[in-house]
């Protein structure tokens, strides 16, 4: 599976981006579809994912200000971000997880968020 990430940009603190990301295939079936970022110099972390029955789960710090979004049919998976901060400036990676455990990632896409 291929995963093509899109809608990264810069924008000021308390704008919005939404991020999409693109499946190859089918995602019926899968375990969860989410959006992870890394900021600089850290960690990667989970923003956000959502089940194929449609639970979302969202980090703490995103709670309130994000959400996550899944389209079956289109094989797409959505993140709506608002009220953006500095803070949240990363690369953000899509992300598919199989029930079998396996993950594939997209290629990474850039916020830049400025004070």
């Known amino acids: 599976v291929q995963l093509q990430a899109f809608g990264g940009g810069s924008v000021q603190a308390g704008g919005s981006l939404r991020l999409s990301c693109a499946a190859s295939?089918?995602?019926?079936?899968?375990?969860?579809m989410g959006w992870y970022r890394q900021p600089p110099g850290k960690q990667r972390e989970l923003v956000a994912r959502?089940?194929?029955?449609?639970?979302?789960h969202y980090a703490s710090s995103m709670k309130g200000r994000c959400t996550i979004s899944r389209d079956n049919a289109k094989n797409t998976v959505s993140l709506q971000m608002n009220s953006l901060e500095p803070e949240d400036t990363a690369v953000y990676y899509c992300?598919?997880?199989?029930?079998?455990?396996?993950?594939?990632w997209g290629q990474g896409t850039q916020v830049t968020v400025s004070s």
């Open positions: 992300n598919l997880n199989t029930f079998a455990g396996r993950d594939y």
């Open positions: 295939e089918s995602t019926f079936g899968f375990n969860y």
């Open positions: 959502i089940r194929s029955g449609g639970t979302t």
